[in-house]
């Protein structure tokens, strides 16, 4: 179940292995904690401590959006885990500068074949034309063929970001009427790029909760380097699902009866979704999160693989896990 909260006037309290959720005028509702899959918080809600010890020591993810879009969403979770080998792992292939290039080029790989998933609805849902769809899907093969020769992680993300532009570019040839004309945060200036914001905030409070969990020390990343007060690990693996997001953005967009007051815009906020807007975003993640496409392009004879996204990402931090026992088997070589 994902639990939003986002009225200011809420009054969040821990009850015996429950929430209770209190707004004026309003009967009380109590809400069992080990129903909860995921909460997010707009604003600022008034919330007893009990209740984030409450979530952090059921291990359910938590997001804590700003409404204004000043600040980074926070993220809360269980405490550090405890599976040292894990870490320790990790920590070597980091410090050797051959493996952690080789973990970050797997990173780029699997991010660009992800770009399959929303491709296929620019043609289905907004009549994007067969060339521009090729173009972009050589540029991606072109791509994915220069990554073995890449020989830093400056390279990579070079390479990523061409792509990823490239990406945008042709999102904005099917997304004009939302005034998409590419990439934009913090804050966001338009609704297409209000949704991957809030999409992608929602995917890695799901990642991290997922790294956690598997053992692995989140402050160290691979492509993303190393930075205060940044959590890289998570970023790194985000890329892995935006393509996800993307789809789930692409599909929305064109499935949801819209019009100019579901979004507002003021120019130090910039465009958020409106109060009424939300609810149904969040309901699409909802059920986007029980029945979500797997991130890998099917054979021709076959349709999109789904699971629950809560497997799926289990899955892709068991194969960054299988990816970095492999390279931290092999003998050093000077």
Request: positive net charge; glycine residues 6%.
């Amino acid at each position: 179940m994902l639990l939003v909260i986002d009225r200011k006037e809420t009054t969040v309290r821990h009850t015996t292995g429950a929430l209770r959720l209190e707004r004026p005028d309003e009967p009380a509702k109590t809400i069992p904690i080990q129903m909860l899959e995921q909460v997010v918080v707009y604003g600022n809600p008034l919330v007893e401590s009990a209740v984030w010890r409450a979530l952090a020591e059921a291990g359910v993810p938590t997001t804590l959006v700003d409404l204004r879009g000043k600040q980074h969403s926070a993220f809360l979770g269980a405490g550090l885990a405890t599976q040292l080998p894990t870490r320790r792992m990790q920590h070597r292939c980091a410090d050797d500068a051959s493996k952690q290039l080789a973990v970050a080029r797997y990173i780029v790989q699997q991010k660009l074949l992800g770009y399959a998933l929303p491709l296929q609805y620019l043609p289905t849902l907004y009549g994007v034309d067969a060339e521009r769809v090729q173009t972009f899907q050589t540029q991606v093969a072109q791509t994915l063929a220069k990554l073995p020769k890449a020989s830093s992680i400056n390279s990579l993300s070079g390479l990523e970001g061409q792509i990823a532009a490239a990406w945008f570019a042709l999102l904005s040839t099917a997304l004009g009427q939302w005034h998409f004309k590419g990439r934009n945060r913090q804050p966001p200036r338009d609704p297409v790029n209000a949704l991957l914001s809030l999409g992608y905030t929602l995917m890695l409070s799901e990642v991290r909760h997922a790294l956690l969990q598997a053992g692995f020390d989140t402050a160290l990343g691979f492509l993303h380097q190393d930075y205060p007060g940044r959590e890289s690990l998570p970023l790194d693996v985000l890329e892995l699902f935006r393509g996800s997001v993307d789809a789930l953005v692409l599909q929305w967009l064109h499935h949801t009866p819209l019009d100019n007051s579901s979004f507002y815009y003021r120019e130090a906020e910039g465009c958020r979704l409106s109060k009424a807007t939300r609810p149904l975003f969040y309901a699409a993640w909802a059920s986007y999160r029980q029945q979500c496409p797997r991130p890998f392009a099917p054979n021709e004879a076959t349709a999109w693989g789904t699971a629950s996204l809560r497997e799926i990402i289990n899955g892709q931090v068991v194969r960054l896990r299988d990816v970095l026992k492999q390279l931290d088997n092999q003998e050093n070589t000077p």
